[in-house]
């Protein structure tokens, strides 16, 4: 069980064990389906997008410099509804339940259920909560299945502990679970939809209308705000397969807030001089040996 309070902040690299795509990764998975005749993200967008607009909008993102589709809408914001739905379709595709258990690929999740779950009595005295980048709902929909599955519980008890854990969506969600509690603090959403790949048209316009991008201005002050007060209630501040972007870090934590405990954070992938910006920009202490998320867990925060 977690009994001292600690916070995770997660970006995508926390999702990619899951088979979920990092940043790079989603714009490849993005122009490669808009060049592909018969794909199912084309087939998608042809339902309210002409030839000529799916076309306009991949050459241009093709040969943008932007590395990632949430950089590239941020200064086209005319592609904003088809680039919506592009995430939302890609997203939607990869929620693969089966993926969530398995030992392998450098999946955390089974390692956090392992220091989470107690006895059933005790399941809701853990003190772990959760702010993610990320659009999918593969935490919450791990912990619901394995907490049913382990207890033989039924979807009620289940949901009942979930939902009292804070998992904060900073952009939103591809839609609500069926069993979920709407975070009052994300962007407003009223559709629920279950953990499956299935990605109709009807589904994906659904979960687009669900997302923000970070340049969104509906979000910002008020939200990080809120976010503040959470902070300064946990003692550890960890961030997991985080790629560090200014602006998000900005409305998690400000800059360098000397409010909050010692900010903690896993590296994979950075490079020096990466590191040594954030370190001084935000002054979060990286991982220098830039382990994954999973070994980052067993070897940092001490869950090994």
Request: with cysteine.
């Amino acid at each position: 069980m977690i009994q001292e309070p600690i916070l995770f902040v997660l970006g995508a690299g926390a999702s990619a064990p899951v088979g979920f795509p990092t940043g790079p990764q989603l714009r490849a998975s993005i122009i490669d389906g808009l060049s592909t005749v018969g794909s199912p993200l084309r087939k998608v967008l042809q339902v309210r997008h002409d030839e000529a607009s799916i076309e306009r909008f991949r050459d241009r993102f093709r040969n943008s410099a932007a590395d990632t589709i949430d950089r590239f809408l941020e200064n086209n914001s005319d592609c904003l509804d088809i680039g919506l739905a592009s995430i939302a379709c890609e997203v939607v595709r990869c929620e693969d339940a089966s993926k969530l258990t398995e030992r392998s690929n450098g999946n955390w999740y089974p390692l956090l259920g392992e220091v989470m779950y107690a006895h059933p009595a005790d399941l809701r005295s853990n003190k772990v909560a959760f702010v993610t980048f990320n659009y999918d709902r593969s935490l919450e929909h791990f912990l619901f299945t394995s907490i049913k599955n382990l207890y033989n519980i039924n979807d009620d008890e289940a949901a009942h502990v979930v939902n009292f854990f804070q998992i904060f969506h900073m952009y939103g969600k591809v839609g609500n679970l069926p069993w979920g509690k709407p975070n009052a603090n994300e962007p407003p959403s009223s559709y629920f939809r279950p953990y499956d790949t299935v990605a109709t048209p009807e589904v994906i316009e659904a979960s687009a209308k669900c997302l923000r991008i970070p340049h969104d201005q509906t979000l910002g002050k008020k939200q990080h705000a809120r976010l503040s007060l959470v902070l300064q209630h946990y003692k550890a501040i960890h961030f997991l397969g985080f790629g560090y972007d200014a602006l998000n870090l900005t409305r998690v934590v400000g800059r360098g807030d000397p409010s909050l405990p010692m900010l903690q954070g896993s590296a994979y992938g950075l490079g020096d001089q990466t590191m040594k910006r954030i370190r001084a920009e935000f002054n979060i202490r990286l991982d220098q040996k830039r382990q994954s998320a999973l070994e980052y867990l067993q070897n940092v925060v001490g869950w090994g």
